[in-house]
């Protein structure tokens, strides 16, 4: 008879929930050092420049002043933890050198007693700088042949990837939509600014850095790098972050290592915080995206042909460049089985500010791209696009053949029944348009994103698990939480796995010095390659305990059960003993043992399985002010399991709200390299009275790679909004947009261009 | 510069500090006293991060002087429990999974309480509307209305018992 679980499954409280009500949780702006230093940066005023000549005389004289690091000394890091494979790709992560490629970027650090004198340092210091022309979007960049934002050029990256014929494949089309779409530059936006850390360089030569970065390892690794340290002489602390989105994955651009470079020239704790000015104007954002899509389909509704063309706006440097291509490639194909399928994708360098990871990673932008098509298609073929969709996804036990592997749980179907049926689909998309100006629409739109990285990139994870002579348990992980509640559901899937209750277990700190090497928290990993590390953990120390057990008690392993703190035989439940009476004796009263129970993985996830997810949008659209409102999302997730569905459930509501937020308000405005909107007063985030009602359905399809069965969610609640959304307002309105945000201009420019044909 | 000697009581107790005139009250608070629950996620009052109650009333730390605070009476989340169990809003915020990063978690909290001292019947939409000053990027905001609620219903019963 299987075990009714005692963990898995259940909304159990996170562990860091009174610590966040009370205010006594720690972000990185809290910590303070003795002793301790503050820093601030010098930007550059100009989008591209050669920097000349740094003057920091004056500013030298100034009392409190103690120590400066300039562009000329201090590396940065330009490419992501890919290049850390070879010595030979490693070098060319950090770059030292004299441009400066966006307005925003760090020209040179200083530290002093306090901010003031900090301040007062910079404007004390003197910068000559050569102009040089700057490349504002990615057109002009790739057609420019003599001015080169990095010296490989400014094309940062390009990938081809074509999959059957694509001319046979438009050849037998009955029916081609050829449309070119436009997405924005949407800022994280985390309520904790981007770029606080506290590093301190002691005299033993060993740096700890306290930072909110989602990857602490690979954030070691960087800045071991970068600072041509060994390894283990760079410690990362990672205290409680106020929300990253994929913003913190690995440093930020000007602040660790610049913050370190001050720390190892002074020998004292330096801190340096950017403000929501500089989080806006100089660190990064969602790539924009010009996505050129043709796409071809058969009479009787088959996809048969899909041509995508993508230019990507890097910024003035990358990271996650390549890899945001490689995602709109591997989630564009992936979702459905289009026999001919041409991608061709180009990162291009400008002097923005930088692109990099967001939430959804490239997918938003090529989710709002495609099945604005798709739904474009069955609206000239007059098909339910729920149908069309369940004709042409690929389905459960089909290769993925990007990823080259079997999907092994697929849950799409029953997340667009549950959505529509939970939703009204049918009923509502039948009715017609309310007369007068305000006109309701409903819409649909699904999603596949990856779960971890799979072998696309290095994705470590571990984990140890130790059981204490009390019998409560220490769970080691490097898992990064930035508000999520990964941490908790790792500690689930320990007690599940131990057979040890939730509240015995204890999650370690987040700190590279006592914590194993994990990939951090990024491609909605956590739950699935740290759950699968954690459990093979668990599984060890179970198997140890048992061991034990099955000695003291004199049966075998088998014959035994854990219950509630105790170790019996199945059956004869009298032949028990206590976890923590088991435990004391090994560990500390039978001294020729003295042995902890410890189980210890290491190690990458087998796979990396696709999640899904179908929204249904219901919208309001005031034809006379081109406002939308939104009236219901109805979101529907397979997630393999929940793990804590509460926390599943946290996810999907707020990424329905970030995700509206890309579709309808969220842009960063650039003007001859200046962001015009760098506050909040500016950049319309939503609120609490823009937030519609939310309809989380949680799908499991039970992935057998994962561990009970969990794969992802974090990413991609939010992928599918826009498109949703966009579908919707062609319901409602008859107009199609093809840029985002859909401004309530957009839509009255749009509707007046259909009134005049 | 020369210093301003303010009184203000923060979480029941009186403290004779001495301030820049430019110091703003997240700056005491946070830097002075030692009271890092109001977080600065903007500061120019568009966030709410840094939400406490000043007599009373829901205000915005970061927009306040330290010197306008003279004679006040402060309220921040380290001050929001009284005795051993934590305030209804704070067990609501937890049952109700109102809670992810937590960054914005303590300045919305502080609106809501300065919300239902001071007002009798509250609904959804109200509590809407006043939160609409808290900006949050994680939850979506509809579990901090229901923890809102809740708390609100709680606190209603608690009195009438």
Redesign the interface.
């Known amino acids: 008879m299987p075990e009714s679980p005692i963990a898995v499954g259940k909304a159990l409280q996170r562990i860091d929930s009174v610590d966040k009500v009370t205010g006594s949780a720690k972000y990185a702006a809290d910590i303070k050092q003795e002793n301790m230093l503050h820093a601030k940066l010098l930007r550059s005023p100009h989008a591209h420049a050669k920097v000349k000549r740094i003057d920091t005389s004056a500013a030298e004289k100034l009392a409190g002043v103690r120590a400066f690091a300039t562009i000329f000394d201090v590396p940065k890091v330009i490419e992501y933890w890919f290049s850390l494979r070879t010595e030979e790709k490693k070098k060319q992560m950090f770059l030292r050198d004299n441009l400066v490629r966006f307005i925003g970027d760090p020209v040179v650090a200083v530290a002093a007693d306090d901010q003031a004198t900090a301040d007062k340092a910079l404007s004390l210091i003197k910068v000559e700088y050569e102009p040089l022309k700057a490349l504002h979007d990615p057109y002009t960049a790739m057609a420019e042949k003599n001015i080169k934002i990095h010296s490989r050029g400014n094309v940062a990256f390009k990938a081809n990837k074509v999959y059957g014929d694509i001319h046979e494949g438009f050849k037998n089309a009955d029916i081609i939509i050829d449309n070119t779409y436009r997405t924005s530059k949407q800022k994280h936006a985390a309520l904790e600014p981007f770029g606080t850390c506290i590093a301190h360089y002691q005299s033993n030569g060993k740096l700890t850095v306290h930072s909110s970065t989602q990857l602490p390892h690979w954030s070691r690794h960087y800045l071991a790098g970068a600072l041509e340290l060994p390894l283990n002489k760079v410690r990362v602390i990672k205290p409680h972050t106020g929300g990253s989105f994929g913003g913190r994955c690995g440093l930020i651009h000007g602040l660790e290592v610049m913050c370190s470079w001050l720390s190892r020239q002074t020998g004292r704790p330096v801190r340096m915080s950017f403000t929501r000015d500089e989080d806006f104007m100089a660190t990064e954002s969602r790539h924009p995206m010009n996505i050129k899509m043709k796409t071809g389909a058969t009479r009787d509704g088959i996809l048969i042909a899909n041509e995508v063309e993508i230019v990507s706006d890097v910024g003035g440097y990358g990271t996650h460049y390549i890899g945001v291509i490689a995602d709109c490639l591997s989630t564009g194909v992936g979702l459905y089985k289009i026999p001919n399928y041409s991608f061709t994708g180009t990162a291009v360098f400008t002097n923005k500010s930088p692109g990099g990871a967001l939430r959804g990673y490239g997918n938003p932008q090529m989710n709002f791209a495609q099945e604005s098509q798709i739904d474009i298609i069955a609206e000239k073929l007059r098909m339910d696009p729920l149908d069309l969709r369940l004709k042409n996804y690929r389905k459960l036990g089909e290769i993925d053949p990007v990823l080259d592997q079997e999907i092994l749980s697929n849950g799409l179907q029953e997340c667009l029944e549950k959505g529509a049926a939970s939703s009204g689909w049918k009923q509502k998309r039948r009715q017609l348009p309310i007369k007068g100006a305000k006109k309701r629409g409903i819409g649909l739109s699904i999603m596949l994103h990856g779960t971890g990285a799979g072998k696309a990139l290095p994705d470590p994870a571990a984990a140890t698990v130790m059981i204490n002579a009390d019998g409560s348990v220490n769970l080691v992980t490097a898992a990064a939480d930035e508000g999520q509640g990964n941490r908790t559901v790792l500690a689930q899937i320990a007690s599940e796995t131990l057979g040890i209750d939730f509240d015995k277990i204890s999650v370690s700190e987040t700190d590279t010095e006592t914590t194993p090497l994990d990939c951090g928290t990024h491609g909605s990993r956590q739950a699935y390659g740290g759950g699968l590390a954690v459990r093979a953990a668990a599984t060890e120390a179970r198997e140890k305990l048992l061991a034990y057990a099955s000695n003291k008690l004199g049966v075998n392993e088998d014959q035994l059960r854990i219950k509630d703190g105790a170790i019996f035989e199945t059956t004869n439940s009298e032949n028990i003993i206590l976890i923590s009476d088991l435990m004391r004796q090994i560990q500390i009263e039978d001294m020729s043992v003295c042995e902890q129970v410890i189980g210890s993985a290491t190690g990458v996830a087998p796979a990396m399985p696709g999640y899904y997810g179908a929204i249904f949008a219901e919208v309001e659209v005031d034809i006379e002010t081109g406002e939308v409102k939104v009236l219901k999302l109805t979101s529907a997730f397979d997630v393999g399991r929940a793990i804590n569905p509460d926390l599943v459930e946290g996810q999907i509501t707020g990424g329905a709200v970030m995700g509206m937020g890309f579709a309808l308000t969220e842009d960063l405005l650039v003007q001859d390299g200046h962001i015009l909107n760098s506050s909040f007063t500016d950049y319309r985030l939503l609120r609490t009275c823009d937030a519609p009602e939310i309809v989380p359905i949680i799908v499991e399809s039970n992935e057998p790679t994962g561990p009970y069965g969990a794969k992802g969610i974090g990413e991609g609640c939010m992928v599918n909004v826009a498109s949703a959304l966009s579908n919707a307002i062609w319901h409602a309105t008859g107009v199609r947009l093809a840029d985002l945000p859909m401004t309530p201009e957009s839509i009255l420019l749009e509707l007046a261009k259909d009134e005049m044909t | 510069m020369k210093k301003v000697d303010i009184r203000i009581n923060v979480n029941g107790d009186w403290y004779e500090l001495s301030v820049s005139p430019g110091d703003r009250l997240i700056d005491v608070l ?1 830097d002075q006293l ?11 009052g ?2 709410g ?1 840094c939400t406490v109650n000043l007599n009373g009333q829901a205000v915005l730390s970061c927009l306040v002087l330290a010197a306008q605070a003279d004679g006040g009476t402060i309220l ?3 001050g ?2 009284k005795g051993p169990e ?1 305030h209804p ?2 067990k609501a ?3 109700e ?1 109102a ?8 300045g919305m ?1 502080m609106a809501a309480n300065a919300l239902i001292n001071n007002k009798t019947e509250l609904t959804e939409n109200s ?3 006043h ?2 000053n ?12 229901k923890a809102v609620l809740k708390a609100a219903k709680d606190l209603k019963e608690d009195i009438n018992a």
């Open positions: 946070r030692d009271l890092t629950g109001a977080k600065e996620g903007c500061g120019e568009e966030c991060s921040t989340i380290e929001l429990q934590p809003l704070q915020f937890v049952s999974s809670i992810q990063c937590g960054y914005c978690t303590p909290i509590i809407r509307k939160l609409s808290s900006l949050c990027r994680c939850t979506g905001y509809d579990r901090p209305v």
